[in-house]
C-alpha cells in the first residue's frame, strides 16, 4: 500500500513557505518605514517576479545542466538572467518608482546591472533550496527503503530460525524416546510451551529480557531432561537493579548460541560441560557461554545456520551497538555476546 505523502513534506507546502520567509527577509528594510497598501502591492509584485524569474531557471534552465548540455544551459542561464532583470527593470520603470528615472539619480544601465546581481542571487538561493530539499528527499526515500528491506531480511530470518530451532528439538525428543521413553510425555509438554512462546513472540519486533530469560530457563531444564547427570550444566542470571521486567530485546536472538553450547559439548573423553552466564547492567547485556570441546567421534554435523542467522539478525537490529567474539580453545570453547540495548 502507498503511504500518502505527510502534508508537511509536500513541496508546493516548502515552496510556499520559503517564499514568504524570503520575502519578510529581502523586504525587510522596505517595510520597516512606513508604506500604503499601494507601495506593499509594488513590492509584492517585484518580489513575485524576481522569485518566478529563479523558478523559471530552476525548472527549465536547470535540466539543461543536468543533462550535461553545458552550451545550452550556459545559452539558457544568460537569457534568462537578462530577461528577468529586463523585466523587473520594466516594472520598476512604468510603474513602481518612476520619479527616480525621471529625476536622474540612477541611469538605465545601473538598474539593469543592479536587477542582473538581483536575479543570480536569487537563482542561487532558490537552486540552493532545490539541491538541499532533493538531497533530503533521497536520503529519506533510501534510508526508507533499507528501513523495508531490513524488515524483510529480518523476517526471513525468524522464518529460518523457527525450523532450526525445532529441528534441534525434535532430535533431542527423538533420542529421549529410544533411551527412556517414558519422559517422552514430560518433554513433549515442555516442548509444547517452548513452541507458544514461539509462536507467540517470534513475530513481534521486542519482548522483556524477563520472558528471553524464562524461554532459555525452560529450554535448559529440557535439555537437562535429555542428558540427566552427564553434562554438568549452569545457568546464571545477574541483573543488577531487576530492570529485566522492562529492558526489551529481538525475541528468540539468544537461544542460537545456548543451542549451539548443547549440540557442539558432547564428550566421554573428558568433563563435558556447558555454563551460561548472563549479566545486564546499565543497559548491557553480556552473555557468556562455554561448553566443553566434542569428541571427534560424536562432533555434531554443523551447518552453520544458527550463527550465520544470529550475526545477520544483530547486524541489522543493533548495527554497531554489539560484538561477538568466538573463541576456539584447546579444552573449551566461549562464545562472548555484548549488547548495548540502549
Same mark, same amino acid.
Given at each position: ?6 502534508w508537511? /513534506?509536500?513541496?508546493?507546502? @516548502? @515552496?510556499?513557505i520559503? !517564499?514568504s520567509?524570503?520575502f519578510?527577509?529581502?523586504m525587510?528594510?522596505? /517595510? /520597516?518605514?512606513?508604506?500604503t497598501?499601494?507601495e506593499f502591492?509594488? *513590492?509584492?509584485? !517585484?518580489?513575485?517576479l ?11 534552465? !536547470? ?15 544568460i ?15 512604468? $510603474?513602481?518608482?518612476?520619479?527616480s ?8 544601465? @545601473? ?6 546581481? +538581483? ?21 529519506r ?8 528491506? =531490513? ?16 529441528f534441534?528439538?525434535?532430535?533431542n ?18 516442548? =509444547?510451551e ?16 524477563e520472558? @528471553? ?8 531444564? /529440557? ?21 529485566? =521486567?522492562?529492558?526489551?530485546i ?11 553450547? !548443547?549440540k557442539? =559439548? ?5 568433563? $563435558? ?6 549479566? +545486564?547492567?546499565?543497559? *548491557? ?24 542467522? *544470529? ?15 568466538i ?16
Amino acid at each position: 500500500m502507498i503511504k500518502k505523502e505527510k502534508w508537511h /513534506m509536500r513541496g508546493y507546502l @516548502e @515552496e510556499s513557505i520559503f !517564499f514568504s520567509a524570503i520575502f519578510i527577509l529581502t523586504m525587510l528594510p522596505d /517595510m /520597516m518605514r512606513p508604506f500604503t497598501k499601494v507601495e506593499f502591492i509594488k *513590492i509584492f509584485v !517585484f518580489f513575485t517576479l524576481l522569485y518566478g524569474q529563479a523558478l523559471l531557471h530552476r525548472y527549465f534552465v !536547470f535540466p539543461l545542466l543536468i543533462s550535461k548540455k553545458y552550451v545550452a544551459y550556459s545559452c539558457g542561464a544568460i537569457l534568462s538572467t537578462l530577461f528577468g532583470a529586463g523585466l523587473l527593470l520594466a516594472v520598476d520603470y512604468y $510603474w513602481i518608482d518612476p520619479t527616480s528615472y525621471l529625476s536622474g539619480e540612477v541611469t538605465l544601465l @545601473e538598474v539593469f546591472v543592479y536587477f542582473i546581481v +538581483l536575479c543570480l542571487i536569487s537563482t542561487s538561493a532558490i537552486l540552493s533550496l532545490f539541491l538541499i530539499r532533493k538531497y533530503s528527499n533521497e536520503v529519506r526515500k533510501r534510508n526508507e527503503a533499507q528501513l523495508r528491506l =531490513s524488515e524483510m531480511n529480518i523476517k526471513y530470518l525468524h522464518a529460518q530460525l523457527n525450523p532450526h530451532f525445532f529441528f534441534n528439538m525434535f532430535n533431542n525428543l527423538y533420542g529421549v524416546s529410544l533411551t527412556e521413553p517414558s519422559r517422552t510425555p514430560e518433554l513433549i509438554l515442555k516442548l =509444547s510451551e517452548l513452541m507458544r512462546y514461539q509462536l507467540e513472540n517470534a513475530n513481534k519486533e521486542t519482548v522483556t529480557l524477563e520472558e @528471553e530469560f524464562t524461554f532459555i530457563s525452560n529450554y535448559i531444564a /529440557m535439555e537437562k531432561e535429555r542428558v540427566g547427570n552427564r553434562c554438568d550444566i549452569e545457568y546464571t542470571v545477574d541483573d543488577e537493579g531487576g530492570v529485566a =521486567s522492562y529492558v526489551r530485546i529481538a525475541p528468540l536472538l539468544l537461544i542460537t548460541l545456548i543451542e549451539n553450547a !548443547f549440540k557442539h =559439548s558432547i564428550t566421554t573423553q573428558r568433563r $563435558w560441560f556447558v555454563k551460561i552466564e548472563v549479566k +545486564l547492567k546499565k543497559g *548491557i547485556l553480556a552473555v557468556n557461554v562455554q561448553n566443553s570441546i566434542p569428541d571427534k567421534n560424536l562432533k555434531a554435523r554443523s551447518t552453520g545456520i544458527g550463527l550465520q542467522n *544470529i550475526r545477520q539478525r544483530l547486524e541489522l537490529l543493533y548495527g554497531r551497538g554489539y560484538t561477538l567474539e568466538i573463541i576456539p580453545e584447546e579444552q573449551m570453547h566461549t562464545t562472548l555476546l555484548v549488547l548495548n540495548l540502549e
